[in-house]
């Protein structure tokens, strides 16, 4: 075990967690952005993961995921907008006023 796999165990619960902790709580966008952060955090640890076994191979996967990660938060903020074309701001306050 190398430092490159020992900051990828401690970067996948500390970082990894609140992100994923924020994906599953909170108002809907605040849950999209744990989303996007715990994506940015996964493709941080797959490329401690690929430094720390020495395989350049693992470093596709992170550039794939690093790729697809901004387009998946864009397809999931369209969903939750309802794909109706609203602004974030009525988007929220839609939110607000169903909390009322």
Request: with cysteine.
């Amino acid at each position: 075990m190398n430092a490159w796999i020992v900051a990828a165990c401690v970067l996948l619960p500390a970082g990894l967690g609140p992100c994923l902790w924020r994906a599953c709580r909170g108002e809907p966008a605040q849950r999209l952005a744990g989303m996007s952060l715990a994506g940015v955090m996964a493709v941080a640890v797959f490329l401690l993961v690929a430094r720390g076994v020495h395989r350049t191979s693992y470093v596709d996967v992170a550039l794939v995921m690093a790729a697809l990660t901004p387009a998946g938060t864009l397809v999931f903020a369209r969903c939750l907008a309802g794909g109706s074309g609203q602004t974030p701001q009525q988007w929220r306050r839609a939110g607000d006023q169903g909390r009322g």
